[in-house]
């Protein structure tokens, strides 16, 4: 949600039925409602939002990532400009300056069962400077199936330096295990922050990780770990039960 600078409250709502899509409502100082756009990506969940100006960018998500960018110059007839359609998604989105988005989410593949599923933290640098073609020009993926980052859902953790043009943010990130019998079991795990520089004319980086935990031989003891219980080296105790 967010107030223009006459005091309109523009608000975007998602609903699930009788289908699942977005929408944009524009209501004047007295809440009646001014203008409207609904049914925006029907089939797709709504992601993020970024209120900038008379700017709405706003993400939804099946399969891949659609990014609209939205007119709201005129509070009683917003306008789908234009229309961005790349895999994954962004649940946060942050202005870089005044033709540049930040987004970061997840990227997405195959499950293999015929579904899609999340394969690692994304991070995307989109030139909105021509709103009717917005594009993204730089693109980052860190860690596989399973890394998370508290970000998502809290955009406390998003600490940006623009004097830097450096990101840093707490990450989890996970390493595949790539044993094609095991595809959901991963062999690695980092946990800690991460600074990421980000600029708009060489892209995307990583500059440092900072952990402060130890991750020497992290797999061979968990699988020490994992022999006590599944290691039968005594014959199974019979008990009698009370009550049966």
């Not at 990450?171 to 595809?183: F, H, I, Q, R």
């Amino acid at each position: 949600m967010d107030e223009d600078t006459t005091g309109n409250f523009r608000i975007v709502t998602s609903q699930s039925y009788p289908d699942q899509s977005t929408n944009l409502f524009v209501l004047d100082t007295n809440l009646t409602k001014l203008g409207s756009i609904t049914g925006i990506a029907k089939g797709e969940n709504f992601q993020s939002a970024r209120f900038i100006g008379n700017r709405l960018y706003l993400v939804t998500f099946e399969q891949i990532d659609p990014l609209f960018t939205i007119d709201l110059s005129d509070g009683k007839n917003p306008k789908i400009l234009g229309e961005l359609k790349i895999p994954g998604y962004s649940t946060y989105l942050h202005p870089y300056d005044a033709n540049h988005l930040i987004g970061i989410g997840y990227d997405t593949g195959d499950s293999g069962h015929g579904g899609i599923w999340n394969t690692g933290l994304k991070v995307d640098l989109y030139d909105v400077g021509d709103v009717k073609n917005p594009k993204q020009i730089s693109t980052l993926t860190l860690g596989n199936h399973g890394s998370s980052a508290d970000v998502l859902s809290n955009p406390r953790l998003f600490v940006w330096n623009a004097a830097r043009s450096t990101l840093f943010t707490p990450m989890t990130l996970m390493t595949s295990a790539k044993d094609p019998k095991e595809p959901y079991r991963n062999s690695d795990a980092w946990q800690g922050t991460v600074a990421l520089k980000i600029d708009v004319t060489k892209g995307i980086r990583e500059e440092a990780r900072i952990t402060h935990i130890e991750r020497t031989g992290l797999e061979t003891k968990r699988m020490e770990e994992c022999k006590k219980y599944t290691a039968m080296d005594t014959k199974p105790v019979c008990q009698k039960l009370i009550g049966g």
